[in-house]
């Protein structure tokens, strides 16, 4: 029993033998991921239909394996794009992050932070590293928090300037508000935020006003 396939490849001709070989060569190459081309035979008996077969399945792994790598570029691709737009998106949004609390050197030790629209967790976060980090940088001895476009009624915002007030502090600079609205006030007081050695004024140019005041006098 354990020849008889020494006996059946015994019966077949050299160029039988060739065949067999090079299809059995060709379909191991293509199944360890190398894509090489299957013999192909106009032979009509049984070694012409194997080798048909042989070369039909290795067409179609062949194509398969080519479909897998068109996929998987594909998916590449995507996932470069989404990165590429993630990025994007994430550098408009530290754009519009800026340009809705802008730091402004108003005055030779005087910084301006208008504080526009509603306040969330994060922004506070970002603006009072902003804040703090300007006022490093500029050496900046008063900072006026211009709250007139700020949203009403929002406590975030009056926690953001409580925790700025004693941050400013610890820098040796002195945080005055200016455009307070009658509900900003309310809040501060119902929730005993700790903001009465912060002066505040009704309007910006009052702020600017006592802030250069305030500037000529640490510097006389």
């Known amino acids: 029993m354990g020849d008889t396939p ?3 490849t015994s019966r077949l001709l050299p160029e039988e033998k060739t065949l067999l070989r090079r299809l059995g060569t060709s379909l191991a190459s293509i199944l360890q991921g190398n ?9 009509r008996d049984e070694l012409g239909i194997l080798a048909a077969l042989a070369n039909r399945i290795g067409r179609e792994i ?5 479909r897998d790598e068109a996929m998987r570029k594909d998916l590449e691709d995507r996932l470069t794009e989404l990165r590429q737009s993630y990025a994007q998106q994430e550098q408009l949004l530290e754009t519009i992050r800026a340009l809705s609390s802008p730091l402004l050197l108003v005055h030779q030790g005087v910084l301006l932070l208008p504080v526009i629209g509603h306040m969330s967790v994060e922004r506070s976060q970002s603006i009072l590293s902003t804040l703090l980090d300007g006022i490093v940088a ?3 001895h008063v900072v006026i928090l211009d709250l007139t476009s700020a949203v009403s009624g929002d406590a ?4 953001m ?9 610890l820098l040796g600079a002195e ?8 509900e900003f006030a309310r809040i501060a007081v119902a929730e005993q935020f700790a903001l009465s050695s912060t002066r505040s004024y009704p309007a910006l140019r009052d702020a600017l006003s006592a802030a250069r005041k305030r500037v000529v006098t640490l510097g006389s």
């Open 6 to 8: 020494n006996r059946l």
């Open 35 to 43: 894509l090489v081309p299957v013999p192909e035979t106009e032979r």
């Open 62 to 66: 062949v194509t398969a394996r080519q």
């Open 161 to 169: 300037i409580c925790r700025a007030s004693k941050a400013v502090r």
């Open 138 to 140: 500029h050496r900046a």
């Open 156 to 159: 975030t915002t009056s926690a």
């Open 175 to 182: 945080l005055i508000l200016s455009g307070v609205s009658a």
